[in-house]
């Protein structure tokens, strides 16, 4: 008798394990969403960033993107492969998409100003 209800206690924790997760994600998945502004299709820009720079230097400013493209203004700037952006002493303004881990990006607007 104490097997019987030693192996039914087993049975029934077992069942409760398997069954909470399935639970868990049903709830979740029912949870309405409020607003359209919410929803973010893959490859959306998330917004744009202006930002300025003086000639011959460095700034560490594209670390946590998986990618970038040099749109425009190859020849004033340059990235390693860690992120950081390195200005050459040509003057001018770079354009920049920097994308994360679901392809959605940042347009950055780069502007190389003398000292």
Partial sequence: MKKFYKGLIVSALSLTT????????????????????????????IGTVDFHMLRNS??????GY???????G??????SSG?????????????????DINDNYVIYKI???PR
């Fill in 83 to 99: 992120g950081v952006v390195s200005s050459h002493s040509t003057l001018g303004t770079a354009v920049i998409y920097a994308y």
């Fill in 18 to 45: 398997l069954a909470l997760p399935a639970f868990t994600s049903q709830a979740s998945a029912l949870t309405p969403v409020k607003s359209v502004d919410q929803v973010k299709q893959l490859g959306d820009p």
């Fill in 74 to 79: 190859s020849n004033l700037i340059s990235i």
């Fill in 111 to 113: 502007t190389v100003e």
């Fill in 58 to 63: 460095n700034v560490s400013l594209l670390t």
């Fill in 66 to 72: 998986t990618r970038w493209e040099i749109v425009s």
